[in-house]
C-alpha cells in the first residue's frame, strides 16, 4: 500500500496558521487529529462524508 497522495493539509505544527492548533479532536467521531483545522477538514470529507464540513 502506498500513500503517494499531495497532503491537503499541514503536515508539520510550523506549518499552521497563525491561531490554528496542531491536535484537534473530531466533532464525530472524538478521534484527535493532528493537522489543524486543515486537518480536520480532510478528516471529516473522507471518514464522514455525510455531516459536511463542521
Ligand atoms: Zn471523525
Redesign the pocket.
Known sequence: MTDDRPHPHPLRPQDLEPGDHWART?P??H?VIQGGRAGVAA??TV??PEEGPA
Open positions: 473530531c464525530h467521531c478521534t478528516h471529516i471518514v464522514h
